[in-house]
């Protein structure tokens, strides 16, 4: 780990250009009165103070976040105590379950914002409160572009449910209780009370989905503190967790610790290693690509393969696993999955956090007491636990999460010893969830246990947003006879607390002329495991010609955008493998330190 340079003098903190420039008295006075108007002295906001911002992603519209509207007291008394002022102020809200057409499509609406505040405001840094699954990306990725001192504190899963002895987690339970309600088993009101029961407190999703995913992965990317992810919402810890992370980012400040000293390369193949270890969500990929073409680092879902495809599953948490964030955080969390990935070599245990101090310096030894919720490396839940990334005339990149591949889909698709790894099969084609649902029980359709079934129009500019959609069950006479997965194949997401090993992410989507949209139902296409290919069982001839017919009818129709931000990101963004982005956005790297303060306002 390279030596972090001098401590920065209070004349080094860029909020003194706004509030105490004497070179210039006339815009100093003009930004310092307005911030006294609701009580703050002078003596705060020119006594050499770093100026934090808290950016409050909680809101009623956000309810998997709200509990930090309590939460940044607690953070806002660590920066006092450590000497600096804090300044919380609002983040567009983003709402997995609550936003439509998706909330996906609000990742980058609330990163472009998130980017004005804190380039253009007098911040010397920023604690950064995330939670459900697209606030994590949106606000570091905004850190990443700025780069200004920034901490990451999550808002911590909820308590876990229970509905008659048994747990009941968040978005897991309502795949299995669909199957239940589709098989005749609960009628609609007992549906809606079991996955009632999975949300028992505030906090976000209490399974391994894309919300814990995310939170464990920044702490594993080194921008929150050491064991913070894990802590439910509720529980005393999480308030702790918030005052120190309060007082971390002004000593922050003074070391000008910034994102790109910590986020750097082998950071992110930490967190790939991570993620398979701890079962992570699907739409890790998409996210942390992302975060990494914001801070300048390279990085595919080849790599995500690479690096990750042979790295055990060690946690025994739904959706992979057996139980929920309260047993995982009294395992030990994060810190204890670090641990024995350390052991194992496979972290790099150099790698700078926001502490100060490496990840190896922060986790070595720390293992589990626990080995039932957290297993040891030589004794895992399942070898091989990462993601495959498959190519071929159907796609140039989509994933496949290994770790909830389950015995039954396994044995249906996967164990021809003539074939080992692979399977074949007619495919029903439904563009977009609406025709979906109108179509899977329609007996026409032939639908069998050989059956694979392809979304389309669920991508970044075909839903527009990519929706979770991909995650879709068999037609509810499949599921009476036992049969509760069919391969599934999209250009959109699925929700990280799904257990479907679905292939997902299609890039390019259909709607950017990759390869779905030349399928028609009745077609036949090969999976293969072993060779990471995805291929359409046709001629290349009649691919020409079905290619030179979908041009010329203008390409693949999707719906029409419905709102000015819909058309403007359409317009501009990149496919989910490349992390869809915003193309024109990642060009603007450490923009704090490239362009320097902005120019005044008067």
């Given at each position: 780990?390279?030596?972090?340079?001098?401590?920065?003098?209070?004349?080094?903190?860029?909020?003194?250009?706004?509030?105490?420039?004497?070179?210039?008295?006339?815009?100093?006075?003009?930004?310092?009165?307005?911030?006294?108007?609701?009580?703050?002295?002078?003596?705060?906001?020119?006594?050499?103070?770093?100026?934090?911002?808290?950016?409050?992603?909680?809101?009623?519209?956000?309810?998997?976040?709200?509990?930090?509207?309590?939460?940044?007291?607690?953070?806002?008394?660590?920066?006092?105590?450590?000497?600096?002022?804090?300044?919380?102020?609002?983040?567009?809200?983003?709402?997995?379950?609550?936003?439509?057409?998706?909330?996906?499509?609000?990742?980058?609406?609330?990163?472009?914002?998130?980017?004005?505040?804190?380039?253009?405001?007098?911040?010397?840094?920023?604690?950064?409160?995330?939670?459900?699954?697209?606030?994590?990306?949106?606000?570091?990725?905004?850190?990443?572009?700025?780069?200004?001192?920034?901490?990451?504190?999550?808002?911590?899963?909820?308590?876990?449910?229970?509905?008659?002895?048994?747990?009941?987690?968040?978005?897991?339970?309502?795949?299995?209780?669909?199957?239940?309600?589709?098989?005749?088993?609960?009628?609609?009101?007992?549906?809606?009370?079991?996955?009632?029961?999975?949300?028992?407190?505030?906090?976000?999703?209490?399974?391994?989905?894309?919300?814990?995913?995310?939170?464990?992965?920044?702490?594993?990317?080194?921008?929150?503190?050491?064991?913070?992810?894990?802590?439910?919402?509720?529980?005393?810890?999480?308030?702790?967790?918030?005052?120190?992370?309060?007082?971390?980012?002004?000593?922050?400040?003074?070391?000008?610790?910034?994102?790109?000293?910590?986020?750097?390369?082998?950071?992110?193949?930490?967190?790939?290693?991570?993620?398979?270890?701890?079962?992570?969500?699907?739409n890790a990929p998409i996210h942390i690509n992302a975060i990494a073409k914001h801070i300048g680092v390279p990085?595919?879902?080849?790599?995500?393969?690479?690096?990750?495809?042979?790295?055990?599953?060690?946690?025994?948490?739904?959706?992979?696993?057996?139980?929920?964030?309260?047993?995982?955080?009294?395992?030990?969390?994060?810190?204890?999955?670090?641990?024995?990935?350390?052991?194992?070599?496979?972290?790099?245990?150099?790698?700078?956090?926001?502490?100060?101090?490496?990840?190896?310096?922060?986790?070595?030894?720390?293992?589990?007491?626990?080995?039932?919720?957290?297993?040891?490396?030589?004794?895992?839940?399942?070898?091989?636990?990462?993601?495959?990334?498959?190519?071929?005339?159907?796609?140039?990149?989509?994933?496949?999460?290994?770790?909830?591949?389950?015995?039954?889909?396994?044995?249906?698709?996967?164990?021809?010893?003539?074939?080992?790894?692979?399977?074949?099969?007619?495919?029903?084609?439904?563009?977009?969830?609406?025709?979906?649902?109108?179509?899977?029980?329609?007996?026409?359709?032939?639908?069998?246990?050989?059956?694979?079934?392809?979304?389309?129009?669920?991508?970044?500019?075909?839903?527009?947003?990519?929706?979770?959609?991909?995650?879709?069950?068999?037609?509810?006479?499949?599921?009476?006879?036992?049969?509760?997965?069919?391969?599934?194949?999209?250009?959109?997401?699925?929700?990280?607390?799904?257990?479907?090993?679905?292939?997902?992410?299609?890039?390019?989507?259909?709607?950017?002329?990759?390869?779905?949209?030349?399928?028609?139902?009745?077609?036949?296409?090969?999976?293969?495991?072993?060779?990471?290919?995805?291929?359409?069982?046709?001629?290349?001839?009649?691919?020409?010609?079905?290619?030179?017919?979908?041009?010329?009818?203008?390409?693949?129709?999707?719906?029409?955008?419905?709102?000015?931000?819909?058309?403007?990101?359409?317009?501009?963004?990149?496919?989910?493998?490349?992390?869809?982005?915003?193309?024109?956005?990642?060009?603007?790297?450490?923009?704090?330190?490239?362009?320097?303060?902005?120019?005044?306002?008067?």
């Open positions: 780990m390279a030596d972090r340079p001098h401590r920065r003098s209070p004349d080094q903190l860029r909020s003194r250009l706004w509030f105490d420039n004497p070179d210039n008295p006339g815009m100093t006075a003009l930004y310092l009165e307005r911030y006294l108007n609701f009580g703050l002295t002078g003596k705060e906001l020119q006594g050499r103070k770093p100026i934090i911002g808290i950016a409050q992603t909680g809101s009623d519209l956000s309810p998997c976040n709200r509990h930090h509207l309590e939460l940044a007291k607690r953070v806002r008394d660590g920066i006092t105590a450590a000497g600096g002022v804090a300044f919380e102020f609002p983040c567009h809200p983003i709402q997995e379950t609550g936003k439509r057409p998706t909330a996906c499509l609000d990742r980058n609406l609330a990163y472009l914002s998130l980017v004005e505040v804190l380039y253009g405001y007098p911040l010397d840094g920023v604690v950064l409160l995330t939670g459900c699954d697209k606030t994590m990306p949106a606000c570091l990725m905004a850190a990443a572009t700025v780069n200004i001192p920034a901490i990451s504190l999550n808002v911590g899963p909820m308590l876990n449910g229970w509905h008659h002895g048994e747990r009941t987690g968040s978005g897991t339970i309502v795949w299995k209780a669909r199957e239940r309600h589709a098989a005749g088993d609960i009628d609609y009101q007992q549906f809606i009370d079991i996955v009632g029961s999975s949300a028992p407190s505030v906090g976000h999703c209490n399974t391994m989905g894309t919300a814990s995913t995310m939170n464990a992965l920044a702490e594993a990317l080194g921008m929150s503190l050491p064991g913070s992810a894990a802590i439910p919402a509720p529980y005393r810890e999480r308030g702790q967790m918030a005052y120190e992370t309060g007082r971390r980012i002004v000593e922050m400040v003074w070391e000008d610790l910034k994102p790109s000293d910590i986020m750097t390369r082998e950071a992110f193949e930490n967190v790939i290693v991570a993620n398979a270890a701890i079962g992570g969500s699907t990085l595919t879902n080849d790599d995500w393969e690479r690096i990750g495809f042979e790295i055990p599953l060690l946690v025994n948490v739904q959706p992979a696993g057996e139980y929920l964030g309260e047993e995982y955080f009294r395992a030990g969390g994060l810190p204890a999955v670090i641990a024995e990935l350390i052991g194992a070599g496979k972290i790099h245990e150099d790698a700078l956090t926001c502490t100060g101090t490496s990840i190896g310096e922060n986790c070595k030894g720390k293992f589990t007491w626990d080995h039932d919720v957290i297993r040891s490396y030589d004794n895992p839940l399942k070898e091989n636990a990462g993601f495959l990334n498959l190519k071929g005339t159907l796609f140039d990149s989509a994933i496949m999460k290994t770790s909830v591949i389950s015995q039954e889909f396994q044995e249906r698709y996967l164990n021809n010893p003539d074939d080992p790894n692979a399977f074949e099969g007619r495919v029903v084609v439904f563009d977009g969830p609406e025709d979906y649902h109108h179509r899977i029980d329609d007996p026409s359709l032939n639908i069998d246990e050989h059956t694979i079934l392809i979304m389309r129009g669920a991508g970044p500019i075909g839903y527009p947003g990519a929706a979770e959609v991909v995650n879709m069950q068999p037609p509810g006479s499949l599921i009476r006879r036992g049969v509760l997965s069919l391969p599934c194949i999209g250009d959109g997401r699925q929700s990280g607390t799904s257990g479907t090993p679905s292939i997902l992410n299609a890039s390019p989507e259909a709607a950017a002329d990759g390869g779905l949209a030349l399928l028609q139902t009745g077609d036949r296409i090969r999976i293969d495991l072993n060779k990471r290919t995805a291929d359409i069982l046709l001629p290349a001839g009649e691919l020409e010609k079905r290619r030179a017919d979908l041009e010329a009818r203008g390409g693949y129709a999707y719906p029409a955008s419905q709102t000015p931000w819909q058309e403007i990101q359409r317009s501009m963004v990149d496919q989910l493998s490349e992390g869809m982005t915003l193309k024109p956005a990642v060009k603007y790297q450490k923009v704090a330190q490239t362009f320097g303060v902005p120019r005044d306002n008067h």
